[in-house]
């Protein structure tokens, strides 16, 4: 039984960091693909950042890579988005997802290709 579990949001004025982590359990072999989506309530969930382990790479949509870094802590297999310089437009709905692919996924901002999913940690920015 595969399970996400995120923690790291909170209420936080603009300017301000965040450090958001996601606990994956009970998958037998790791992921090769955890990514990191938001959502805000009207709008389509959206891709911030992903870190392909095949690739050893951290991926980026362009308006975030500035402020926003995704690694892993491949023992404890916890994965991490840290956020710097918070905008009141980050707020949203954090969630991290993990494929169960051997390979890549075609376009890691694809939320379907993500088999397992956690709750999402609430991020507010005012």
């Known amino acids: 039984h595969v399970q996400l579990v995120e923690s790291g949001g909170g209420s936080v004025q603009p300017g301000v960091s965040l450090r958001l982590s996601c606990v994956l359990s009970?998958?037998?072999?790791?992921?090769?693909?955890v990514g990191w989506f938001r959502q805000t309530p009207g709008k389509e969930r959206e891709g911030v950042a992903a870190f392909d382990v095949l690739g050893g790479t951290a991926l980026y949509v362009d308006s975030m890579k500035d402020r926003f870094t995704t690694s892993r802590d491949d023992i404890e297999d916890i994965w991490y988005l840290q956020m710097n310089d918070l905008k009141p437009e980050d707020t949203a709905r954090y969630y991290c997802?993990?494929?169960?692919?051997?390979?890549?996924?075609?376009?890691?901002?694809?939320?379907?290709?993500?088999?397992?999913r956690g709750q999402g940690t609430q991020v507010t920015v005012s």
């Open positions: 009970g998958h037998s072999r790791g992921s090769n693909c």
């Open positions: 997802a993990a494929g169960r692919s051997i390979y890549r996924p075609p376009n890691w901002t694809d939320y379907g290709w993500y088999v397992d």
